[in-house]
Structure formats: structure tokens, C-alpha cells
Nanobody
């Protein structure tokens, strides 16, 4: 069983930065594909960024150049560095894991989900 626990959300002004973390309790973190999703009120959950077991990454167009996904293999932790935040980035952010070594770009491909951490960006 894989457990995911997100942290690092909060309230920040537009233009500010936040760093989200996701602690992964799984003995073989290295074989998991990981991703960050977000869901704003009244909207569908959307992929923000994904990373393969080997470190390949993919980003939503709306966050390219502002967000960076990374993984710490020693600590079994996933991060999302968010810079130049905008009010439209306000959402609940979820960490997800899938039992595959390659990039996973579709929600249905992920097997495990965290409870989420709220990010609110004020204008």
C-alpha cells in the first residue's frame, strides 16, 4: 500500500512562491511515476506536472516556466516549486503515484492519491 501526504500549501500574494512536498511511504519509490494535480472550485481536476521514475518531466502549458517538479529519491519525497504565482493557480493540489516507470499524463493511470493541500493566491 502506498500512502501520500502533501504539505506546503498556504496563502500567498500574487507573484510569490510556494514549495509543495509529498511524502511517499513505499519501499520502492524509485519505480513510481509521480504527478501533481490541482482542482479549483467548480472545475475538473487537471494535471499540473508529472515526473517519471527516471526524472523525465512534463508540465501543463499554464505553469511552464513557473513551476518545477522534482523528486528526492533518498527521502522518497516529491516536490513542486511554484514561482510567480497567479490568482488562477488557486486550487487544492494533489499528489499522485502510479505503478509505472514512465510519464503518466492521464488521471486514470494513477493508482494512489493524497488528501491534498490548499493553495490560495491573492491578487
Amino acid at each position: 500500500q502506498v500512502q501520500l501526504v502533501e504539505s506546503g500549501g498556504g496563502l500567498v500574494q500574487a507573484g510569490g512562491s510556494l514549495r509543495l512536498s509529498c511524502d511517499v511511504s513505499f519501499s520502492t519509490f524509485t519505480i513510481l511515476a509521480m504527478g501533481w494535480y490541482r482542482q479549483a472550485p467548480g472545475k475538473e481536476r487537471e494535471l499540473v506536472a508529472a515526473i517519471s521514475s527516471g526524472g523525465s518531466t512534463e508540465y501543463a502549458d499554464s505553469v511552464k516556466g513557473r513551476f518545477t517538479i522534482s523528486r528526492d529519491y533518498a527521502k522518497s519525497t516529491l516536490h513542486l516549486q511554484m514561482n510567480s504565482l497567479k490568482p488562477e493557480d488557486t486550487a487544492m493540489y494533489f499528489c499522485a503515484a502510479g505503478r509505472a516507470p514512465y510519464l503518466l499524463l492521464h488521471e486514470k493511470d494513477y493508482d494512489y492519491w493524497g488528501q491534498g493541500t490548499q493553495v490560495t493566491v491573492s491578487s
